[in-house]
C-alpha cells in the first residue's frame, strides 16, 4: 500500500516561504511522476507541479512558475515543494500525488496540508 504524508504547511506572510515535503512509503519513487495540487476553498483541484522519477522532467502552473519548485530525494522517497514569493491567492489545502510515469491519472493521493497566506 502507498501512503504519501504531506508536511510543512502554516501560516505565513505574502511575500514569505515555505517548504512543503511529500514523504512517501510503501514503495519507491521509481517509476511514479509526483505531483503537487492544490485546492481553495470553493474552488476546483488544480495542478501545480510534478516531476519525474528521475527530476528530469518537471512542470509548473503558470501560476507558480519562477516561484515555486519542485524537487525529489528519491534515497529519502520524499518530495519537495519550495514555495517563495507567496501570495494570498496561493492560499489553499495542498495534496501530494503520484502517478505511473506512463499512466495518465495520479492514483496515489496524500491528505494535504494546509497553506494559508495573509495579505
Known amino acids: 500500500q502507498v501512503q504519501l504524508v504531506e508536511s510543512g504547511g502554516g501560516l505565513v506572510q505574502a511575500g514569505g516561504s515555505l517548504r512543503l515535503s511529500c514523504a512517501v512509503s510503501?514503495?519507491?519513487?521509481?517509476?511514479?511522476?509526483m505531483g503537487w495540487f492544490r485546492q481553495a476553498p470553493g474552488k476546483e483541484r488544480e495542478f501545480v507541479a510534478s516531476?519525474?522519477?528521475?527530476?528530469?522532467?518537471?512542470y509548473y502552473a503558470d501560476s507558480v512558475k519562477g516561484r515555486f519548485t519542485i524537487s525529489s530525494d528519491n534515497a529519502k522517497n520524499t518530495v519537495y515543494l519550495q514555495m517563495i514569493s507567496l501570495k494570498s491567492e496561493d492560499t489553499a489545502v495542498y495534496y501530494c500525488?503520484?502517478?505511473?510515469?506512463?499512466?495518465?491519472?495520479?492514483?496515489?493521493w496524500g491528505q494535504g496540508t494546509q497553506v494559508t497566506v495573509s495579505s
Open positions: 500525488a503520484a502517478r505511473l510515469f506512463s499512466a495518465a491519472e495520479y492514483v496515489y
Open positions: 516531476i519525474s522519477w528521475r527530476g528530469a522532467n518537471r
Open positions: 510503501g514503495r519507491t519513487l521509481r517509476s511514479y511522476t
